[in-house]
């Protein structure tokens, strides 16, 4: 059984930064690309970041391009979304999933299992 435990989320000003975790268990981890998502109120959810299986490939949206760096560390079954230069419209539910492919993949039917979500706010 797949599980998926984000951490990191919280309050920042804008122009700040903030790092989501999210560690993996019940898979063999570096089988499989992972990726971050993200659903502001209103709105539909949407992707932000995805890294391969092996860590060597990712893909962004163009959003965050420049601000936002996803890394994955097999030996620790962990992905990480480094979060910089944070905008007022970075504020979301941002979750982690596991892609049923070892390649990057920006669509959420690519993904089998989710995580719970976690709260990231950036307000003044």
């Known amino acids: 059984q797949v599980q998926l435990v984000e951490s990191g989320g919280g309050l920042v000003q804008p122009g700040g930064s903030l790092k989501l975790s999210c560690a993996a268990s019940?898979?063999?981890?570096?089988?499989?690309?992972m990726g971050w998502f993200r659903q502001a109120p209103g709105k539909e959810r949407e992707f932000v970041a995805t890294?391969?299986?092996?860590?060597?490939?990712?893909s962004y949206a163009n959003f965050v391009m420049g601000r936002f760096t996803i890394s994955r560390d097999n030996a620790k079954n962990t992905v990480h979304l480094q979060m910089n230069a944070l905008k007022l419209e970075d504020t979301a539910v941002y979750f982690c999933?596991?892609?049923?492919?070892?390649?990057?993949?920006?669509?959420?039917?690519?993904?089998?299992?989710w995580g719970q979500g976690h709260q990231v706010t950036v307000s003044s």
């Open positions: 999933a596991v892609a049923n492919i070892p390649n990057t993949a920006i669509e959420e039917h690519e993904y089998d299992n």
């Open positions: 019940g898979l063999t981890f570096g089988s499989y690309a």
């Open positions: 890294i391969s299986g092996s860590g060597f490939s990712t």
